[in-house]
């Protein structure tokens, strides 16, 4: 059985994955220049969260492994953009503030993925 954090990871991830895949131009400016096929990185983490959530729901034994690698795929374009925005003129304080706090949130997310189940339900 998930553990509530577990549960919001997983559904915090359908609604970006399905985003990601739905409407991935709304992740463009998150994206390195200099990244090759930008949009098939944000299809394709789109697609891994989706995965990982279902995992999750579903129990499966790969599904946290799976969501902690997709956090820290996407952690490095967190990090760039946070620090992209500060260069940028046309962004508020609150836009550059939640670009940064984006990378922090990363580890509680990555740590309670390691472990979104109960111990009973294992």
Same mark, same amino acid.
């Given at each position: 059985?998930?553990?509530?954090?577990?549960?919001?990871?997983?559904?915090?991830?359908?609604?970006s994955g399905?985003?990601?895949?739905v409407?991935?131009?709304?992740?463009?400016?998150l994206?390195?220049?200099?990244?090759? $096929? +930008?949009? *098939?990185? =944000?299809?394709?983490? %789109? @697609?891994?969260?989706?995965?990982?959530?279902?995992?999750?729901? !579903?129990?499966?034994?790969? $599904? +946290?492994? *799976?969501? =902690?690698?997709?956090? %820290? @795929?996407?952690?490095?374009?967190?990090?760039?953009?946070?620090? !992209?925005?500060?260069?940028?003129?046309?962004?508020?304080?609150?836009?550059?503030?939640?670009?940064?706090?984006r990378?922090p949130?990363?580890?509680?997310?990555?740590?309670?993925?390691?472990?979104?189940?109960?111990?009973?339900?294992?």
């Open positions: 059985m998930l553990t509530p954090a577990g549960r919001a990871i997983a559904a915090a991830f359908v609604v399905t985003a990601h895949v409407r991935p131009q709304l992740f463009d400016p994206m390195p220049p200099r990244l090759p $096929a +930008p949009r *098939a990185w =944000v299809v394709g983490t %789109g @697609v891994a969260e989706l995965a990982a959530a279902a995992g999750l729901v !579903a129990g499966a034994r790969w $599904a +946290p492994a *799976a969501t =902690v690698a997709t956090l %820290g @795929v996407v952690w490095p374009g967190n990090w760039w953009y946070a620090i !992209a925005t500060q260069r940028h003129p046309g962004r508020s304080g609150l836009h550059r503030g939640v670009a940064w706090a990378v949130l990363q580890v509680p997310l990555m740590v309670a993925a390691a472990r979104p189940y109960r111990p009973s339900a294992r």
